[in-house]
């Protein structure tokens, strides 16, 4: 069964859900329950988006964290994918690594910072290290999951018309497991999105981390608050861009119920 069209006017209700939370947010800054010092109002959030916009900093930022998140998030999609195929369908490969697989997923990505540092010093390649860290193996676990959760009818039809290598993958497995893929690389992109503002923040000299931190040390919680607001914004456009995935003819499937 498909889902039906969205009216515009639900569409409207994340403006709405957003307007109200900036309106008890504002509403909490007049009450003074806090000083403005470490509870800044929209108001003052907004002229320091602004001040950040003008000097040129908030681009640079800007820039090099999706420099970090797209370099580590590609790197690890483009190796994780292809070793997951390839486990999910070979079982006595997929018995002997996964758990090793399972054991540095479960590490935070954060734990390989003092590695980082060592290894590669100050900059890009402690971030996007870290980046791959954190989706390698998210990526390759869920590739394997959606391999081995493949009906093993699909595989007896593709027999029958004797496919085989190259066309077996690209007319049946990958169209199969490409629902399941998308929806991990969602997950797995928002976890890379917030690893960088962890990385840049310990190892690094510029990106939306380090500015965060940097406002921190120098008490400007309004530029703080306003980094927190353009890294909760790119984290919802990356969202959407990875969403674009699912409207994919050979993919559409999977998201129709």
Known sequence: MREKPISFSVRLLPLLVLLIAVAIWSALSKLGIFPESVFPSPLAVAKG??????SGRLFDDLVASLFRVTSGFLLAVLLGVPIGLWLGHHVRSRFALLPLINFFRSLSP?????????????????????IFMACFFPVVVATVAAVANIPSIYFRVAHDYRFSGTELLTRVTLPAIAPQVITSLRVTAGLAWLVVVAAEMIAGRDGLGFAIW????????????????VIGIIGVVIDRVLVRLTKIRSVRWGYER
């Open 49 to 54: 988006l602004g001040e950040e916009f003008r």
């Open 110 to 130: 954060l734990a390989w910072i003092p590695f980082a540092i060592l290894w590669f010093g100050i900059g890009d390649v402690p971030a996007i290290f870290l």
């Open 214 to 229: 940097d406002a921190r040390n120098g008490l400007r919680m309004d530029l703080l608050v306003s980094g927190m607001v």
